[in-house]
């Protein structure tokens, strides 16, 4: 079946992933704003960076964040409508995937550089302040991406195969 079965889900991930992040980076802002480390523990500490780059601050010349943020949101979209999300796993994979994207794309629309430098639309910086100090420093919507990709990957691997392209799950089948 084309279309959206499981969008409520995939709303619901992505929402949740979206106020946890924006929840997160304005207390980490707060928080971590005068340039403080909060040592949690192990390697784990909260610091607070700035990412105008793509993921884990890669191009930070190029200004590439808000296009890849923008092609993780047209993956989901093709997902829900293949009907790769039509499953739990998938859905809640997407939906992590969606949320994680809205989330720094909302950063990148409505904040301001480092430091406070005045951007124009879509420049903003990203928001990182989990830094485990042997993996780049990132934040909740960082964290909502990776886990929801890994998970598609895991449930593409174990999706039964069809006769065709969008036909529907088994009857029955939730998932």
Known sequence: ???VPRAGLVGGVAAVIIVVD????????????????????????????WNTGTAFSLGDDLNLGPIIAVLALLVVGWLLWSGHSARRPGAVA???????????LIDRALRSGPNG?????????????????WWP?????????VVGAFLLVVVSMFEPRTDAPGDDPPAGDDG
Request: aromatic share 8%; proline share 1%; no cysteine.
């Open 1 to 3: 079946m084309r279309g």
């Open 22 to 49: 924006q929840l997160s980076k304005h207390w980490a802002l707060r928080r971590l704003g005068d340039f403080s480390t909060i040592e949690v523990v192990g390697s784990l500490q909260l610091r607070l960076t």
């Open 94 to 104: 997407a939906g992590l995937v969606a949320g994680g994207a809205v989330g720094n």
């Open 117 to 133: 430098q005045p951007v124009g639309f879509m420049g903003g910086a990203v928001v990182d302040f989990v830094d485990l100090q």
């Open 137 to 145: 420093v990132f934040n909740v919507a960082d964290a909502g991406i």
